[in-house]
């Protein structure tokens, strides 16, 4: 069962050639396993990145607007307006979307239609003709005509599709069906609009290419739509923050993130989370690219190349998910490749040409978090691998009983361990130590399984450690990627009735004697449930062998000792009650 929840399918039957040669490899392939976690890893931090970049430019490209109308206004007092709205923006992350989210529709429609009519006004009024470039002929020839300068220019076109993505951000909250509707008849036409009017603007008036936006505004309605494009820019802002908490939240899942606080805004919606620990980190974040470069032009380069590297990732990715998931053939797959990655490859590679006039932010960016995300994934998987090959057998620990005085002492034992079977190291450092254990005894494992949700029927799954006498059990508690431990109040009670039911179910002799034994059995569990419930967490420390690297000691002793000792505790995690905890600490060597 524990198999099945943990293997994500769409129904395809069988395993096709492609997707079984692709997963082969892989397995063949240590090496090549890392080279795509780095991969994942890099996609991934630049769309944290992202996060970063979004609400900066947008709030400080909506800000300096009022620049047009207020003309001596100081460019500090522009920061110092942008700097304002971004500490307001993620300050009132911590009461959730729902609370506001009643007016984002309203205001993403009135901030696209109006765009959209303002470009219809300036397409009629300065270049009708600026329609007939719809047609793609126009990007041949331009690019034919202007050579490299033409592609190095795409660096800045990126930026006419960069924010659309942010709608796909929001996946966790709307339909795909729906965001695809909205986007194809509603988002797409509007903006289509809105570029063809600023584009007629600008043929007329090829000084003003700094501000058209702003400058192509007519008069009458300049200051409603300024106050629209803040209002905009705010909830652009909000959507990719919040895009951030969810991405944070599966890759600490996944252990791919130190353990951070997670909690839940919405009782209806379970997709909305917050997470306080990013949230200052990413508005930190977010007050320091916009005071330090206070440029749109070098934030929109540094914008381009994040969301152009996420593009490609992406691509790159679904070509697995083709192969491996979907089971599509080798030349859809290969068609897919060519026609997205091909275009986000010249994109990508324009972008690059702007890394010295600010795309070395994102990259800046990416690189520390996944040196923070691959050194946290690298100690965790240590770890495992370390429980994994000293775990002892409980007949050694039982027959080391006499020999060290060892009693059963009233009450259940709590024992938490990322192992599904055999016995944990700190286990067996823990009874050799202080030779004495509870009556009943259960090891519990935490794992996160790879689909969204598990049912609260599926959530134990129990097993026996021993023989009936030795009163072991082993619990498996399994939570979904988005799954949070639920609160514990209730833990102890649904824990202990899922072993009764277990002991009850359990199949073997129906005799007289035997249902005895059994009810006997059921009865001293609920005797040991009610003399009081211990805790056993084991507190592990990871230290470098002498022989490693410097690199290594400094990755290991160091950065992931500094993580594991700032992080969120194991029994923060799990709401473990603190009078009833026994930490035991052992150091494992990698």
Sequence with gaps: MDEKLSTYATGSPGETRQSAAVKSFFEKHPKCQKCLLIFVLLGTCMAIGDSVLTPTISVLSAVSGVKLKIPQLHEKYVVIISCIILVAI???????????????????????????????????????????????????????????????????????????????????HFSSLSIKVAFSFFVYPCLILAYMGEAAFLSKHHEDIQRSFYKAIPELVFWPVFIIATFAAVIGSQAVISATFSIIS??????????????????????????????WMLMCLCLAVTVGLRNTNMIGHAYGLAVTSVMLVTTCLMTLVMTIVWKQKAITVLAFLLCFGSIELLYFSSCVYKIPEGGWIPILLSLTFMAVMYIWNYGTTKKHEFDVENKVSIDRIIALGPSIGMVRVPGIGLVYTNLVTGVPAVFGHFVTNLPAFHRILVFVCVKSVQVPYIGEEERFVISRVGPKEYGMFRSVVRYGYRDVPREMYDFESRLVSAVVKFVE??????????????????????????????????????????SSSVLKKLAVNVVFAFMSTNCRGTDVVLNVPHTSLLEVGMVYYV
């Design 250 to 279: 599966q890759c600490c899942a996944l252990d791919c993130f130190p353990r951070v606080k997670i909690i839940h805004t919405s009782n209806k919606i379970h997709g909305q989370i917050y997470i306080p620990e990013v949230n």
């Design 505 to 546: 179910t359990e199949p073997g002799n129906e005799e007289g004697s035997a249902l005895r034994r059994r009810k006997e059995e059921i009865l001293e569990i609920k005797k040991a449930k009610e003399a009081g419930v211990a805790y056993i967490l084991g507190q592990s420390y990871a230290k470098a062998k002498q």
């Design 90 to 172: 993620f300050s009132v992350q911590r009461y959730g979307t729902h609370r506001v989210a009643f007016v984002f529709a309203p205001i993403s429609t009135a901030w696209l239609l109006s765009i959209s009519s303002i470009g219809v006004y300036n397409t009629i009024k300065w270049n009708p003709r600026i329609v007939s470039a719809l047609s793609p002929v126009y990007m041949y020839k331009f690019l034919r005509s202007t050579g490299v300068e033409g592609w190095v220019s795409l660096g800045g076109v990126v930026l006419s599709i960069t924010g659309v993505e942010t709608m796909f951000a929001d996946l966790g």
